[in-house]
């Protein structure tokens, strides 16, 4: 997988106000139980398990089976290359424009 098609996986799993929630708890209550989420979130249980499916995909949360319970965790390492792929993103110093040339102007 390339460098690209790996961060596009980690924004669009972010991508959803359901799964940032589940983040954000995950981040306040570390080792989560999964019908703890369901009951924070408000949501249906397959949705929230939808929801934890594709975090897991994208390697963001794990999930360890205790039981007949899931704990769930964040990864806090698997969003390091997105948080420094955006911190790159800083326009030039100075008042330096880039303007695309026009095909007229080449």
């Known amino acids: 997988m390339s460098q690209n098609d ?3 996986e980690l924004a669009k799993a972010l991508a959803h ?8 708890l995950l981040l306040a209550t570390p080792g989560c139980i ?7 979130v408000g949501l249906a249980q397959s949705t929230v398990s939808e929801h934890l499916r594709i975090l ?5 949360i794990s999930g360890e089976i205790d039981g007949p ?3 769930y965790a964040l990864n806090p390492d698997a969003l390091a290359p997105l948080a420094e792929f955006i911190a790159s993103l800083t326009p030039p110093p100075g008042d330096a424009c880039c303007v695309p ?4 102007t080449k």
């Open 56 to 60: 897991k995909a994208a390697r963001i």
């Open 34 to 40: 999964g019908g703890d989420i369901v009951d924070a």
């Open 17 to 24: 106000p359901a799964r940032l929630r589940i983040l954000r």
């Open 6 to 8: 790996h961060l596009a």
């Open 101 to 104: 040339m026009s095909e007229e």
């Open 69 to 71: 319970r899931v704990c």
